[in-house]
T-cell receptor, first 111, second 109 residues
């Protein structure tokens, strides 16, 4: 079974902190994604990566950056956390045009 | 810009009462339409992929169909354990996957 693992299920951070969300996949997938999910807004794409060291902006990249130094790992960075970044963050991976597999999600609260 | 619209937003069914969920989409060059199930507090769980108009996929009480403009998820004789939010997504060019806001299904015993 494909496994996508996010480093934390729940996270509480203070405004202005630099926050790292880590995601690891074990199926050698070329594509990896970061989404945030908010009530009424659905899943919105923040960034995605189709290869090591490659990244593309999604629909809402402002306030975020990403890093993909190894194929299996995709990190989401909140440079200076703000309360409007309180959300559920979901990482996913996929191969070619096939379906994406999701991690369990990280519920981030910024206070 | 790729767009996905799901309806209804919420659906309440009696156990055994069949119904359909709708997913309308606009995408430049469809490279896959996906259905997921999401339980509260968890990541989406993959159900089906459809690639071309006329294609159908089935799994237990669920059947997904695809036309050039929309997809339907048919639920036959649902059970309470089918209660979840069902998400539709499309892949257009360049690997980008766009999701709808989902249909929250509640099946009452």
């Amino acid at each position: 079974d494909v496994k996508v693992t996010q480093s934390s299920r729940y996270l509480v951070k203070r405004t202005g902190e630099k926050v790292f969300l880590e995601c690891v996949q074990d199926m050698d997938h070329e594509n990896m994604f970061w989404y945030r999910q908010d009530p009424g807004l659905g899943l919105r794409l923040i960034y995605f990566s189709y290869d090591v060291k490659m990244k593309e902006k999604g629909d809402i990249p402002e306030g975020y950056s990403v890093s993909r130094e190894k194929k299996e790992r995709f990190s989401l960075i909140l440079e200076s956390a703000s309360t409007n970044q309180t959300s559920m963050y979901l990482c996913a991976s996929s191969e070619g045009d096939r379906q994406a597999f999701f991690g369990q999600g990280t519920r981030l609260t910024v206070v | 810009e790729d767009q996905v619209t799901q309806s209804p937003e919420a659906l309440r069914l009696q156990e055994g009462e069949s119904s359909s969920l709708n997913c309308s989409y606009t995408v430049s060059g469809l490279r896959g339409l996906f259905w997921y199930r999401q339980d509260p507090g968890k990541g989406p769980e993959f159900l089906f992929t459809l690639y071309s108009a006329g294609e159908e996929k089935e799994k237990e009480r669920l059947k997904a169909t695809l036309t050039k403009k929309e997809s339907f998820l048919h639920i036959t004789a649902p059970k309470p354990e089918d209660s979840a939010t069902y998400l539709c997504a499309v892949r257009g060019g360049y690997q980008k996957v766009t999701f709808g806001t989902g249909t929250k299904l509640q099946v009452i015993p």
